[in-house]
């Protein structure tokens, strides 16, 4: 799914800022906790490169068409302009408002090109969390990292870093080995601190604090047939139809009643009531979400799931729709 658009728009579908609907009602204060990483991306292939303005077409792999609008503020953390047929992933802000047009524009504040193989990275802001020693976390709570004594830690014009601390800042964090676990953990190679002060973020932040019994359910920018979402008890999480969204991304899903257990593809397992999911023969553990469970006859399992396991771009709640892709 790392190759689908993280947002494919079919005509007339416009992302919009980040709404009230997207935050939840927490106490008197009325503040919220946001159910949104900082970031959204698109991927494809390079198509065309315009020179002014600069503004790069690509396309997925099915052929939609997206422009990546690149300014003087634009990151690339693997080197220079990309290439007409290059694979690329643009980052851009989640709450940032686009305008009603087709093919989709994205202002792109990092773009990825040119990875070297065997290395990952991850764009988002990220914040310290209590009893997490060195460690600084994404805005879900998915990944973390830590400085090591070999990182490089730059600004974004390849300055050296030497304005105070790194908790509370948009980065882009490169790395070449992770943990599998829930959260996913590394040491940094490189960190890059994009353009902006540092803010303050909530000590935790749920994946989803809405009610999601009415949102629609997109699945790589499609809406699906499937059963309604809902809250788990802890009232944070939502809890998807596994069927539904894994068939939409093309997988196959097989019930197992002997052992109560879920096959999905060729190499993900998962088994009613246990947070602990195989994957080729390995254990994801996901301590943070509700186990998977049956309801009305259906097997239903944290959103977070979809992002972890199946490892899609995108497994969030935005502007009143759940999005997996």
């Known amino acids: 799914m790392k190759k689908f658009f993280a947002l494919v728009l079919a005509a007339g ?6 709404s009230g609907a997207a935050l939840a009602e927490t106490g008197e204060d009325g503040g919220g906790l946001p159910a949104l990483p900082e970031y959204l991306s698109v991927t494809g292939t390079v198509v065309a490169i315009g020179a002014d303005p600069y503004i790069i077409d690509i396309e997925d792999e099915d052929g939609n068409p997206a422009k990546l609008v690149i300014s003087e503020d634009t990151v690339f953390p693997f080197g220079d ?20 047009i087709w093919p989709p524009q994205y202002n792109t504040a990092v773009l990825a090109a040119g990875v070297p193989d065997a290395t990952f990275f991850r764009v ?16 879900d709570d998915t990944f973390g990292f830590r400085v090591g004594d070999d990182t490089e830690i730059v600004l974004a014009n390849g300055d050296d870093f030497s304005d ?17 676990s829930m959260p996913e953990l590394a040491t940094a190679n490189k960190v890059i601190v994009l353009y902006e002060d540092a803010v ?16 629609p359910i997109l699945v790589v920018g499609g809406e699906v047939a499937a059963p309604a979402a809902f809250l788990a008890d802890d009232g944070v999480t939502a809890m998807v139809p596994l069927r539904a969204i ?3 991304m093309g997988l196959e899903v097989e019930w197992v009643g002997a052992t109560r257990s879920v096959l999905v593809g060729d190499a993900v397992s998962l088994r009613i009531g246990v947070s602990v999911y195989s994957v080729g023969g390995s254990e994801v553990v ?18 977070r799931f979809f992002g972890i396991v199946l490892e899609a771009v995108n497994a969030i709640v935005f502007d009143g729709q759940i999005i997996v892709s």
Not at 13 to 18: D, E, F, I
Not at 203 to 214: F, G, K, M
Not at 286 to 303: G, K, Q, S
């Open 200 to 215: 303050p973020l909530p000590s935790a932040v749920p994946e989803a604090i809405a009610d999601v019994s009415l949102m």
């Open 286 to 303: 996901v301590d943070d979400a509700p186990a998977p469970l049956i309801r009305n006859n259906f097997t239903y399992v944290p959103l």
């Open 246 to 248: 894994a068939e939409a």
């Open 124 to 139: 988002d802001r990220f914040r310290e969390r209590e009893h997490s020693d060195d460690y600084l976390f994404n805005t």
């Open 81 to 100: 302009s990309p290439d007409v047929g290059d694979t690329v992933t643009g980052f851009y802000l989640a709450n940032a408002p686009m305008i009603l």
């Open 13 to 18: 579908l416009v992302l919009v800022a980040l």
């Open 164 to 180: 105070g601390e790194l908790a509370g800042r948009r980065m882009v964090v490169v790395f070449d080995v992770s943990t599998r």
